[in-house]
């Protein structure tokens, strides 16, 4: 009697039956594929890359020394009244267990020459933490940066017409996040770049703007990347672009900020004005 006044088109409080989905037409396989995730084996070749020697250890120095002056900052924040920063917030959230799960993926990292894509059961048990914990671990990695991970699916077979898809593991890829530098020693950060390096990159951006500027609007539009792919290269961009953010001001020395060919300069001229006459 209830569902009768309820109406043909409402469903009645209480009433059995599975909900029906309210975003038009169900899923075509019935299985979740969760947001953002691409197809596996579409990708990982210009996702991966190969550590280079000794980066994986170095890498994980960081974080410990970051977890380190998280915990600092929140005694400061804590006794001495001290406002932290959005960045200094981030550090904060850094835990234990997320350095453990990092150095795991490191260590897969340095192991398998960059392929990275355990699952959630494997660094649970790898690490003995539960699966929820990693999950939340990874999320505070990919926060602060020292992660980039992209979700996939993948195809199975099935009974039926049409395809059907499921959700495999994710793959990762670490990195040295910018925000993480001022709080290492000097001799953890990076080397500066090359200045021909930069020159040459600034020179294809360069070019790359003026190729697109001779183009008509319908070949631009087919040379301008986009969809998944893109989306992916350009998080990837973002992360390498942080790591050289502050390469530029990186001189050899704190007291005496010249550049070192400038200082071999002046220290040639001085040594042949100094010289005595032949």
Not at 145 to 172: C, I, M
């Amino acid at each position: 009697m209830r569902g009768a006044m309820a109406g043909p088109g409402k469903r009645a409080p209480g009433a059995g039956g599975p909900r029906k989905s309210r975003s038009g037409a169900p899923h075509p396989t019935g299985a979740p594929v969760l947001r953002d995730s691409v197809e596996a084996g579409t990708f990982e070749h210009l996702f991966f890359a190969s550590p280079a020697k000794g980066e994986p250890d170095r890498l994980l120095r960081a974080a410990r020394r970051i977890l380190d002056a998280g915990r600092q900052l929140r005694r400061e924040a804590r006794c001495d009244g001290r406002i932290l920063t959005t960045a200094e917030q981030q550090l904060t959230t850094l835990t234990a267990a997320s350095v453990r799960v990092l150095e795991e993926i490191l260590t897969l990292a340095r192991l398998n020459r960059g392929r990275v894509f355990p699952s959630y059961d494997y660094l649970a048990d790898a690490t003995s933490l539960g699966r929820a914990t990693v999950a939340r671990a990874l999320r505070i990695l990919e926060n602060i940066g020292f992660l980039v991970r992209q979700r996939r699916f993948k195809k199975v077979e099935g009974d039926g017409p049409g395809p059907r898809y499921a959700q495999t593991s994710n793959v990762y890829r670490a990195f040295l996040p910018n925000i993480v530098r001022r709080y290492l020693p000097r001799w953890m950060r990076p080397a500066p770049l090359p200045d021909d390096q930069v020159q040459r990159e600034a020179d294809r951006q360069e070019d790359m703007v003026a190729m697109r500027a001779t183009l008509c609007p319908r070949e631009r539009r087919k040379a301008m990347e986009k969809g998944k792919l893109a989306q992916i290269l350009a998080r990837m961009e973002a992360a390498l672009d942080a790591q050289a953010v502050d390469d530029g001001p990186e001189r050899e020395s704190h007291n005496h900020p010249q550049p070192l060919r400038e200082s071999i300069i002046k220290e040639d001229q001085r040594g042949w004005t100094s010289r005595p006459p032949c």
